[in-house]
C-alpha cells in the first residue's frame, strides 16, 4: 500500500470526525432542522462523506471523537466551519455556544482562550464575512 493511501484514509477519518461533530452542534438544541440539514448536506459533499456514513453519523450515538488539528490555521478554520453551521438558522442558543467552546477545548485551546474565541467569533459572526476576514480579526 503506497503511503499516500495512510494519508487519504487517515484525512478521510478526520473529515468523519469533523462531520460528526458537525452534526452534534446541528442537534444540540434538540432537533436539526431544514436550514441546519442543508448546511451538513453541503458539509457531506465538501467533506467527502458518503450516505452510509452520513446515516451513520445521524443517529443518536455517534461515536466519532473529536479530532484535534495539528495546525492552527486548521483548528481556526473548523471553528469557523462550526460557526457557520450554529449560524445556520440565524439564531444561536445558550448550549450551542457551550458546545462550541467545549469543541474549542478539544481542539487544543485553552478554556480562556476558548470562551476569548467563540465570544469574538460570535461577535463577528453576526455579519457575513470570509474565512481571510474571521482569520485576520482572530489574530488581532
Not at 436550514?35 to 462523506?49: G, H, P, R, S
Not at 460557526?83 to 467545549?102: K, W
Request: glycine share 6%; aromatic share 12%.
Amino acid at each position: 500500500m503506497p503511503i499516500i493511501d495512510l494519508y487519504e484514509h487517515g484525512d478521510k477519518r478526520k473529515n468523519l470526525a469533523h462531520f460528526a461533530t458537525l452534526a452534534s452542534l446541528a442537534a444540540v438544541d434538540g432537533e436539526i432542522n431544514e436550514k441546519e440539514k442543508a448546511i451538513l448536506d453541503k458539509f457531506a459533499f465538501k467533506l467527502d462523506i458518503t450516505d452510509a456514513e452520513y446515516k451513520e453519523v445521524m443517529k443518536k450515538d455517534n461515536k466519532y471523537p473529536i479530532e484535534t488539528p495539528h495546525s492552527g490555521e486548521k483548528r481556526l478554520k473548523r471553528l469557523f466551519e462550526f460557526f457557520q453551521m450554529a449560524f445556520s438558522d440565524r439564531t444561536v442558543g445558550d448550549d450551542q455556544l457551550r458546545f462550541i467552546e467545549r469543541y474549542a477545548i478539544g481542539l487544543g485551546y485553552s478554556p480562556d482562550k476558548a470562551v476569548e474565541i467563540v465570544k469574538k467569533s460570535f461577535d463577528i459572526f453576526c455579519g457575513k464575512i470570509a474565512f481571510e476576514d474571521y482569520q485576520y480579526l482572530m489574530g488581532k
